[in-house]
């Protein structure tokens, strides 16, 4: 599903909506909710919104289990962290036990390591099959997403839940969900703007198939439970 907005704030009310309801019905449902964060500039003014009344106060924050999709293999206090974004613009503004949030960060373990770790603590607070309540998601004008950049190895992970991996034109590890647990959530919700990503946002969606160019389009284009929350710049060529 394609949602497109000609003005950024409220693209941003709408993955808000989306954000509450996931959040309601999953709580109704199994008494918690999970979501993977996503990083960048994109999800900022949404985060700021869920910050906020009144939408902060229509989420059960207690039984939400916050997770990262990706990160960059630095400590939370590096201003490139995903995390650190998080907390300063959401996190540290609701009421979500510290316990119940986990970022792709930890001292002393390889990032390799970690993913292991991760991939167990998600074993012990997903559904059996792993499935997310939500998924937020950024696409660059690259066409990856996560940290599923061209022409990567973790292109084709197939078994892993949690992969880590060197980035040679990053000069740095990157920790991400991989391709079947993200494409197996609930909801995923993409927010891409700008005109800078207008090529790639045509090449993903209605592009001859390229994973390798384009790894954006390794997220299922049939499913209707991915939302794509785009402005009217990126969707140009749409």
């Not at 970690?114 to 499935?131: I, K, M, N, S, V």
């Not at 090449?203 to 160019?213: D, T, W």
Request: proline letters at 5%.
């Amino acid at each position: 599903m394609i949602k497109r907005f000609n003005d950024l704030q409220q693209l941003n009310v709408e993955a808000a909506a989306l954000f509450i309801q996931a959040a309601n019905d999953a709580i109704t449902q199994n008494g918690y909710f999970t979501v993977a964060l996503t990083g960048g500039s994109s999800p900022i003014g949404l985060y700021q919104l869920l910050a906020q009344a009144p939408y902060r106060d229509q989420v059960q924050w207690e039984n939400v289990y916050v997770f990262w999709g990706d990160e960059r293999w630095v400590p939370l206090d590096d201003e490139r962290s995903n995390a650190r974004m998080a907390l300063t613009t959401l996190l540290k503004h609701v009421p979500v036990p510290e316990e119940q949030v986990f970022p792709m960060w930890a001292d002393g373990v390889s990032p390799q390591e970690f993913a292991r770790e991760y991939e167990q603590t998600l074993r012990l607070h997903l559904q059996p099959d792993g499935c997310f309540d939500l998924i937020l998601l950024g696409m660059g004008p690259d066409g990856h997403t996560a940290s599923w950049f061209p022409h990567t190895d973790v292109l084709h992970e197939r078994n892993k839940w949690v992969a880590a991996y060197y980035l040679d034109a990053q000069d740095m590890y990157r920790i991400t969900l991989t391709v079947p647990i993200v494409n197996r959530a609930s909801h995923v919700a993409v927010i891409a703007y700008g005109a800078n990503k207008a090529d790639a946002l045509y090449e993903v969606l209605k592009g001859a198939p390229n994973i390798e160019h384009y790894p954006a389009q390794l997220l299922d284009r049939a499913d209707e439970q991915i939302t794509w929350f785009v402005d009217e710049a990126a969707a140009s060529r749409v």
